[in-house]
């Protein structure tokens, strides 16, 4: 996996990404992008990510900047923090990819990296930028963690969990502590799970069968009311209902943005349309895959009307908010980037508020349900061509999608996505951040779903493997 700079920043494998390769994008990015009064810089539990972080910090310091040693944290904390100061961030994290791989995510003052910041960042790399005479200083973080876990105290209250027991899935998730703080400051039980040692390379939108079987026998063993987790930077939400079963995280993004009041949504051409009969909201915007697409979306609606109650989600989870919304006890801030919290806690909240198990509030909502899984190990240009073949030849997509009538409605907005006659969805695309290809589908009812994913994931895997 060659060092790839796209929509999650710089992801590569640990032996590619060299000290000279991480100083040289950490450069450009000094170089193209404001950074406010200093860069804050934060880290995963994966092996490779301190060394890392020591190299982006003597490269900020190089440039005669400050940096701020965040540590390891989520990465919605790190951006939170370098927000509110109004300053830039990096943080080194892989998200939810194996552990012998790794990145750099950027962070401006006023959020995540737009795709002209891309744009600009690459045009500078392999440029000399100048190293100052006087080296820029190192200062620590300040109570990042706290302030994080005091946003969604402050809003929901003390006692908006209160009898509930809840299982953390701790594994090498960067959140892991902070989730059992959080939970507990917000009246919950809380009982650590399955804390790891090692890197496991957890992926919110693909988790495996018998990481699925371990959560419904925790949730049967324990006694629990729903299971909670997080990928590896935390940017990313996991919780089930208190069967084990898990919500996906499109579903989270609606129960959330509902509590909350949004209006508008902006979330993925890949998100569930169940939210298309929800009559709770206004308008639903669709984008390519990828926060940024997400992001400009929100920038949009709040420029045709700065009032508006917009928030954005991915599948994948990661929420945010583009509004100041109101909680049971506070209000909570806008934040532009994927947050796990949010998610994760509204949910819960709405369902104890409801007075029902979360399985019951998910059980309300329209009867449309989603699976993703992915072929791993497959060069994106191969993906690509094999996706783009499909979407210019209707006898190789007839062929294909045989189990189907030809599509109602064929969508390439990102991938090619393609709605039957039956209803049913079935998208495939290539991954932008790591050498996968991802398949979507979605059904009338979870079975259906999954039994689409696993059927064509078998034919992928015939063409690309």
């Not at 930028?129 to 300040?142: F, L, N, R, W, Y």
């Amino acid at each position: 996996m060659a060092p790839k700079f796209g929509t999650s920043g710089l992801r590569g494998l640990v032996t590619e990404l060299t000290d000279a390769l991480v100083t040289d994008y950490t450069r450009a990015f000094l170089s193209a992008c404001p950074q406010g009064r200093a860069v804050h810089v934060g880290w995963d539990l994966r092996p490779s990510s301190p060394a890392i972080a020591e190299t982006v910090i003597a490269a900020i310091r190089d440039a005669g900047l400050t940096a701020i040693r965040e540590g390891a944290l989520p990465t919605p904390a790190l951006a939170l923090a370098s927000m509110g100061a109004g300053n830039a961030a990096i943080m080194v994290t892989g998200s939810h990819i194996p552990a012998d791989r790794n990145g750099l995510k950027f962070y401006v003052p006023h959020g995540e990296i737009a795709k002209e910041d891309e744009a600009a960042i690459l045009d500078r790399l392999g440029q000399d930028h100048p190293v100052t005479e006087k080296c820029g200083s190192e200062i620590p973080g300040a109570d990042t963690a706290a302030h994080y876990i005091a946003r969604y105290v402050d809003a929901f209250g003390s006692e908006a969990l209160e009898g509930l027991r809840i299982g953390v899935y701790q594994h090498s998730s960067v959140a892991r502590d902070i989730l059992v703080t959080a939970i507990e400051a917000m009246g919950a039980t809380a009982v650590p799970l399955a804390r790891s040692d090692e890197f496991i390379p957890v992926d919110t939108e693909a988790v495996a069968p018998e990481t699925r079987e371990t959560l419904q026998g925790w949730c049967t063993e324990q006694r629990l009311d729903a299971v909670i987790s997080t990928d590896g930077d935390a940017d990313r939400p996991m919780l089930t209902d208190e069967t084990g079963t898990l919500i996906p995280g499109d579903v989270l993004g609606a129960l959330t943005a509902r509590l909350l009041g949004a209006k508008i949504l902006c979330t993925p051409v890949s998100a569930n349309t169940m939210v298309d009969a929800m009559p709770e909201f206004d308008s639903i915007h669709r984008t390519k895959i990828g926060s940024p697409f997400v992001i400009a979306a929100m920038g949009a609606a709040r420029a045709a009307d700065p009032a508006a109650k917009v928030v954005g989600y991915e599948p994948n989870g990661g929420f945010l908010l583009g509004f100041t919304a109101t909680g049971p006890v506070g209000q909570i801030a806008p934040l532009a980037t994927r947050d796990c919290l949010l998610p994760i806690v509204a949910p819960l909240v709405a369902a104890k508020k409801a007075g029902t198990a979360f399985s019951g509030l998910v059980a309300q909502l329209p009867a449309r349900f989603t699976a993703a899984d992915r072929v791993a190990e497959v060069s994106t240009d191969r993906s690509r061509a094999f996706i783009d073949r499909l979407a210019a030849d209707p006898v190789a997509r007839r062929e294909f999608f045989s189990d189907f009538d030809p599509a109602e409605r064929i969508d390439q907005t990102d991938g090619l996505r393609l709605t039957f006659p039956s209803g049913e969805i079935v998208h495939l695309r290539p991954s932008g951040n790591a050498p996968e290809c991802r398949c979507y589908a979605e059904a009338a009812t979870p079975e259906r779903a999954e039994s689409l994913v696993a059927s064509y994931l078998a034919a992928l895997r015939t063409e690309l493997t």
